[in-house]
């Protein structure tokens, strides 16, 4: 493979994965999935090699424990202060279909409004509503934190791989 080839591949791969780990910042896009399907790419043109196979098999798991950690955190705090579960599985849909809607914010403010209105109208008590949305929001802070965590330790690992493998 021509040296440019293999370059531009290696600049393109980097880029995709800061694309992915910075579109972490907005909620439901899947940042980590990108950064793993880069590295999956990487993988597949310039071969996997030993160091490659291992370091590929953290990255998955990294991307799999990331794409558990948004909805497992934003719901087990809900849930912790009480929220009802299918107040919390209603708002989590909701925070999907208005990411899709009306990218990025949709999501934002359709999962924490679905979420109080629900619990209102369960509850009857809107400052105890309020105190289930912060709980919600809360997760979704804890949730960044960790995913984007996770896409640094995914990024170092790719390069390892690409640089010492």
């Given at each position: 493979?021509?040296?440019?080839?293999?370059?531009?591949?290696?600049?393109?791969?980097?880029?995709?994965?800061l694309i992915?780990?910075?579109?972490?910042?907005?909620?439901?896009?899947?940042?980590?999935?990108?950064?793993?399907?880069?590295?999956?790419?990487?993988?597949?043109?310039?071969?996997?090699?030993?160091?490659?196979?291992?370091?590929?098999?953290?990255?998955?798991?990294?991307?799999?424990?990331?794409?558990?950690?948004?909805?497992?955190?934003?719901?087990?705090?809900?849930?912790?202060?009480?929220?009802?579960?299918?107040?919390i599985i209603?708002?989590?849909?909701?925070?999907?279909?208005?990411?899709?809607?009306?990218?990025?914010?949709?999501?934002?403010?359709?999962?924490?409004?679905?979420?109080?209105?629900?619990?209102?109208?369960?509850?009857?008590?809107?400052?105890?509503?309020?105190?289930?949305?912060?709980?919600?929001?809360?997760?979704?802070?804890?949730?960044?934190?960790?995913?984007?965590?996770?896409?640094?330790?995914?990024?170092?690992?790719?390069?390892?791989?690409?640089?010492?493998?």
């Open positions: 493979m021509p040296i440019w080839l293999e370059t531009t591949i290696i600049i393109l791969t980097i880029l995709t994965m992915g780990l910075f579109g972490l910042i907005i909620p439901i896009f899947p940042g980590n999935v990108v950064m793993w399907l880069a590295a999956l790419v990487y993988g597949l043109i310039f071969g996997f090699g030993r160091l490659g196979g291992v370091m590929f098999a953290f990255i998955t798991v990294l991307m799999l424990i990331a794409a558990a950690a948004d909805n497992f955190l934003m719901g087990a705090k809900a849930r912790e202060k009480g929220a009802d579960w299918g107040s209603l708002a989590l849909l909701a925070g999907v279909i208005g990411t899709i809607v009306l990218p990025p914010i949709g999501g934002l403010i359709a999962a924490p409004l679905v979420l109080y209105l629900m619990e209102l109208n369960r509850l009857g008590d809107a400052d105890e509503a309020k105190a289930l949305v912060k709980a919600l929001l809360t997760g979704w802070g804890l949730a960044f934190i960790v995913r984007f965590g996770l896409g640094v330790i995914m990024l170092a690992l790719w390069g390892i791989w690409a640089f010492f493998g």
